[in-house]
Structure formats: C-alpha cells, structure tokens
C-alpha cells in the first residue's frame, strides 16, 4: 500500500512562492506516476501537475504553467511541487496523488488514473 504525505502549505501574499513536498512510501521495486491536484470550496478538484517517476516526463495544467515545477527526488521517493508567482485563485486545499501505471499526456490530468491520494495540504493566497 502506497502511502503520500505531503507538506510546505501555508499563507502567503500574491507574487510569493511556496515549495510543497508529497514523501512516498510502501511501494518497492517499480517507479510510480505522480500528480499534484487541487480543490477550492465548492469546486472540483482539478490537476496541476504530474511526473513520471519513470522517464521524467512533467506535465502541467496551462493555468500553472511556467510558474509550478513539479520535480523528484527518487533517492528520497520525495516530489516537489515548486510554486511561483503566486495568485489568489491558487487558493486550494492541495493533493499529491500516485499510481503504479504509467502516465502520459492523454491521462496525467484524470482523478481517477491515481489510486492513492494523500489528505492534502493547504495553500492560501492572499492579494
């Protein structure tokens, strides 16, 4: 069983940046897909980034694009999502997921491609 935790929500002003961490464990052997999403109040939860821990590919959602970097460090089976330029409708509740499959562009951005989620971290924007 998969377990992701993540870390590094927080308040901040527009314009500012954060670092969100999703450390994953209890999986051995094969690398896993990961992706960001997240959920406003009364909003679906929707995708903002993946990778394959395979072949590095990334992926982005166009509303985050050239200011998220999503990026991993498999010796610590640890994703980052770095967050830059930050704007009020960033303001989420913020999920790491992951899948044993592989990702690719046609399904990165699809909930139900990831079995395990994590229980999300908070990141509030402030203008």
């Known amino acids: 069983q998969v377990q992701l935790v993540e870390s590094g929500g927080g308040s901040v002003r527009a314009g500012g940046s954060l670092r969100l961490s999703c450390a994953a464990s209890?999986?051995?052997?094969?690398?896993?897909?990961m992706g960001w999403f997240r959920q406003a109040p009364g909003k679906e939860r929707e995708e903002v980034a993946a990778?394959?821990?395979?072949?590095?590919?990334?992926y982005y959602a166009g509303s985050v694009k050239g200011r998220f970097t999503i990026s991993q460090d498999n010796a610590k089976n640890t994703v980052y999502l770095q967050m830059s330029s930050l704007k009020p409708e960033d303001t989420a509740m913020y999920y790491c997921?992951?899948?044993?499959?592989?990702?690719?562009?046609?399904?990165?951005?699809?909930?139900?491609?990831?079995?395990?989620w994590g229980q999300g971290t908070q990141v509030t924007v402030s203008s």
């Open positions: 997921a992951a899948d044993r499959r592989s990702i690719d562009y046609y399904n990165w951005y699809s909930v139900s491609k990831y079995n395990y």
């Open positions: 209890g999986y051995t052997g094969r690398s896993i897909s």
């Open positions: 990778i394959s821990t395979r072949n590095g590919y990334t």
